[in-house]
């Protein structure tokens, strides 16, 4: 009796019945079965005759697919040829094992044999429970879809959806296995190709620490001046001929982070006269290298000027140099001074004209030593230089020695602190775009959150690192930052301007420490588009994400907007 019930609410609700596609490589599989069948219908269920626990469902025009019954309420079902139904044992027993006419109609194998498999005559063995696919509130609409199987772009990947003459059914893959788009039936995890939304996420830039971490180049301890704000280095002196030339400074917030040098061979018929550098130039520019066309320049009196074909390039900035000096020869000796110059960098090594690319350069390698290294403070970068230029005579070779470049002077400034410099302000950051505005069919839209105190890397790369690498470092810094974001958006609260986020009691776990990295998926209806944005607090640099985000949806056809705030 209870089994009659059992089997009467089963075939008022056969769809109910989970059936699990998977593939194979044996005979009676997909791959090589066939659909014979009579009648007008489109969908239809066939007999398994390898196995009686599974069926074949077969969809005109397309290949069949191979499904199994479920486990349910701790037995195993098989199928029923004459209801194409799952059923319990009693009621399926007879066609399925052989025992009755079994005339029912069956898929059978096109091989070279043309072979039937015979049906077998033991009861297989139960299987574990099956998990139950996941539930949802959104509907796919089958009413327009050709019959078949598809993937569920509204669930899991070991999900899918079959439609049935316009109606929807949702079913999960066994086995941990996962629905395939190409072949469009499960498959094992690592075969499968699941389906995705175009420009699906994460959007996100992640990095745990900035490339350049401080540079840790000790300081000078004999600076020929010094204050709180900057400090003038000098090399020390080798020779000693020529005059100083004016300073050139790099215009307002920016920073040498480019070097070029001129060595000159002077000839003048049968005679020869090595200078060294005669012409020495920076590039600047602002932290992170947005501004590109500034440059100082320091030339010896009476060159010819012959431009600066190109800049040899620090990662940051110029924090240090060092000269390649050769000492007095003594008189009637070809004297040189300064044959070259690095620029210490704060986050490469250092930069510099190779000798191979010098002009009239017959020398392989230095001909002087390496002076000391001269390094700025922590915190500090180069922004000005003054060189001792002998001038220039090239009508003279022979009787009078030119030098060109003999010392080399720079100005270490010190750079704002962009943690305490920086000022608050809340702002809406747009994170996900889904538009589904032209499709009458639901969309799902996978997202990234990101929660926390975070450096803001995907505008701000190259700044943060030339920040880190002189010494502002996040870590000994985000309290600072913290308090700093607190207090000045409090206060904006305080005098009445209206926010969207609650800085003032909540801001302490929306600063967490490491920052908080989820991902999520929200479901956007047919004909809408949708605009996902994050409540954050902007620093400069920097960012605190919130909890809080923001979903406006734009209706395509109407045009009229909806925004709904929600909190993860």
């Known amino acids: 009796m209870i089994h009659r019930i059992r089997l009467e609410w089963l075939f008022l609700q056969p769809f109910l019945l ?74 399926a027993h007879k066609d399925c094992f052989g025992t009755g006419t079994g005339t029912g109609t069956g898929v059978y194998v096109t091989t070279t044999s043309t072979t039937t498999l015979p049906p077998t005559t033991t009861k297989p063995p139960r299987p574990p429970p099956l998990e139950e696919a996941d539930e949802t509130d959104f509907i796919i609409d089958c009413s327009k879809r050709h019959c078949g199987l598809f993937p569920n772009t509204y669930g899991a990947c070991d999900t899918y959806v ?24 499960c498959q094992p995890a690592a075969q499968a190709t699941c389906w995705k939304e175009p420009n699906a996420g ?39 001929w020529g005059i100083w030339q004016a300073w050139k400074e790099c215009p307002a917030g920016t920073y040498a982070t480019g070097i070029y040098a001129w060595r000159r061979l002077l000839l003048q018929g049968r005679n020869s006269d090595h200078v060294g550098i005669v012409s020495v130039s ?35 900035a110029v924090v240090g140099f060092r000269l390649n000096s050769v000492r007095d020869l003594g008189a009637g000796r070809d004297n040189i001074a300064t044959d070259n110059v690095q620029a210490m960098c704060s986050c490469s090594g250092p930069a510099y004209k190779p000798y191979e690319q010098a002009i009239y350069s017959p020398q ?27 001038d220039i005579r ?31 302000r809340e702002k809406r950051l747009l994170i996900r775009t889904c538009d589904n505005s032209k499709s009458d069919e639901g969309l799902r839209c996978d997202f990234d959150s990101q929660i926390g105190l975070s450096m803001d890397y995907e505008n701000a790369e190259k700044r943060i690192d030339f920040y880190s690498s002189i010494g502002y470092t996040f870590q000994e810094n985000k309290d600072k930052l913290k308090e700093r974001v607190e207090s000045r958006l409090r206060s904006q609260i305080e005098n009445g301007r209206k926010l969207e986020y609650t800085w003032d009691d909540v801001i302490p776990s929306t600063l967490s420490d490491p920052e908080v990295v989820a991902s999520h998926k929200l479901f956007v209806k ?35 907007k909806q925004q709904i705030y929600f909190e993860i």
């Open 18 to 91: 989970l059936f699990l596609l998977h593939g194979g490589d044996c005979d009676g599989t997909p791959e090589k079965a066939t659909c014979d069948w009579v009648g007008y219908r489109k969908v239809e269920r066939m007999r398994d005759l390898s196995d009686c626990t599974k069926f074949f469902y077969c969809i005109l025009g397309e290949k069949p697919f191979r499904g199994s019954c479920p486990w349910q309420d701790g037995y195993y079902l098989y199928f029923n040829p004459n209801t194409t139904h799952c059923d319990f044992y009693e009621f």
């Open 526 to 560: 047919p004909w809408k588009k949708l605009e996902l944005y994050q409540i954050v607090g902007a620093c400069g640099d920097f960012v605190v994400r919130t909890n809080r985000f923001l979903r406006m949806e734009t209706d395509g056809k109407s045009g009229m």
């Open 162 to 185: 079959v439609c049935v003459n316009g109606e929807r059914l949702e079913k999960k893959c066994n086995g941990g296995q996962l629905f395939d788009v190409k072949t469009k039936e």
């Open 364 to 390: 392989n390698g230095h001909r002087g030593d390496w002076t000391a290294q001269q390094n700025c403070k922590k915190y500090q970068a180069m922004t000005g230089m003054q060189t001792q230029m002998q």
């Open 282 to 316: 920076y590039r600047c520019q602002t932290p992170g290298g947005n501004e590109t066309d500034k440059f100082i320049e320091s030339l010896a009196p009476n060159l010819p000027h012959d431009g600066w074909p190109m800049y040899y390039m620090c990662k940051g």
């Open 202 to 240: 994460p959007h996100l830039r992640r990095k745990s620490q900035p490339e350049c971490p401080f540079h840790g180049m000790s300081p000078s301890t004999t600076p020929l001046s010094e204050d709180k704000d900057e400090m003038i280095l000098q090399n020390p002196v080798v020779t000693n």
């Open 394 to 424: 090239e009508r003279q070779i022979g009787i009078y020695d030119n030098t060109g470049m003999n010392n080399f002077k720079i100005r270490c400034s010190t750079v704002p602190d962009p943690y305490s410099s920086c000022i608050p």
